[in-house]
């Protein structure tokens, strides 16, 4: 689970302690953990359904059908009646670790969908914390729903509303199939740069006696764990150098901008990549500097000087344009 999801989880537990109200249509708290091990039993001739084991799968199918694009939480080990906390381990449910609880939902839901299971540790106590991610595919339908008087009822639909949970509606059902197609959800694109020094090349336009446009080529990796395609027009980013005799920051600035030419890197007539969820996509790219002009001879020379030892290159401020125009910065490894 990412920490980030843990701080913001945390905060919203330090309000709670602080008087403030943190139930809401996506998030949830809870003393116990809910008793998971068993579905039903046989008891004098009858079946006993596990009134936990339903009323878990109520809890995150209303939580992930509710209006908005937020993710969903259920926090474990909140005493509100007390305003306490309590240790919540996952072990209290009667399972051994989270893939057992997320089977019942693939086992129990109409259009499954994934959980992540955590903890985050607040005034000496460890909570539990099940998130619920944004879905673009509402509603989940629970298969075979039992009450707590054991009445069996199939194809239920659940939403919450502030802090209560009802059936839903006809005007909650047309909601949740607009959402479908108009909940934005960000690409959680991450990035794979190797930076060989190597990759620079000047080029000579014509009219110009000295190198006027300097290429540098990076293989990259993309990665998406977003929940949509990922489409990427553009990569921008300065190119930091550095060497020991600080000749290139005297003759032409130590910060140079460059930009992709997608169009010459993937070939054809594509001028973009598209990466689908749970994609990877890896590719030699090229990039231009548009601003560098007649210094493009000049550095390469000081490159060539350095046999390539003395030039440490550093990639800073990197964005990433989709086809809407819009910008954003993506998680970046390097290898050098």
Known sequence: ???????????????FLNDHEIETNKFEVKRDWYKLNWKS?????????NKDYFEFLKDVTSIINSNGGDSGFIVIGIDAANKKLIDARIEDSGL???????DIIVSNIDTPFTIDIGYVNVEGKNLSIIHI??????????????????????????????????????????????????????????????TPVSGFEARTMSGFEDNSRLDYS?????????????????????LVLENPEHEIKKSIGEVIRFKSNLVA??????????????????????????????????????????????????IQNI??????????????????
């Open 265 to 314: 890197s993937i070939g054809g007539n594509k001028d973009c990549i598209t990466i689908q969820p749970n994609g990877y996509e890896q590719l030699r790219t090229l990039f231009l500097s548009p601003t560098l002009h007649i210094h493009a001879g000049r550095l390469l020379a000081y490159i060539n000087k350095y046999n390539n030892n003395g030039i440490n290159p550093d």
């Open 133 to 194: 991610p944004t879905s673009l595919h509402k509603p989940h339908i629970i298969l075979r729903y039992f009450s707590s008087k054991n009445q069996e009822f199939q194809n239920e639909i659940f939403v919450r509303n502030g802090s209560g949970t009802s059936i839903a509606k006809k005007a909650d059902l047309d909601r949740m199939y607009w959402e479908r197609g108009n909940i934005v959800l960000p690409e959680k694109l991450s990035l794979t740069i190797n």
């Open 96 to 102: 051994n670790d989270s893939s057992q609880i997320k």
């Open 218 to 238: 990076l293989y990259l990796g993309f990665s998406n764990q977003g929940m949509r395609p990922a489409t990427i027009y553009a990569i921008e980013f300065d």
């Open 41 to 49: 039993i046989q008891e004098n001739g009858l079946t006993k359904y």
């Open 319 to 336: 964005y990433i344009t989709d086809n809407k125009g819009h910008r954003s910065i993506p998680e970046v490894a390097f290898i050098k």
């Open 1 to 15: 689970m990412e920490d980030s999801i843990k701080e913001y989880v945390k905060n919203k537990v330090i309000q």
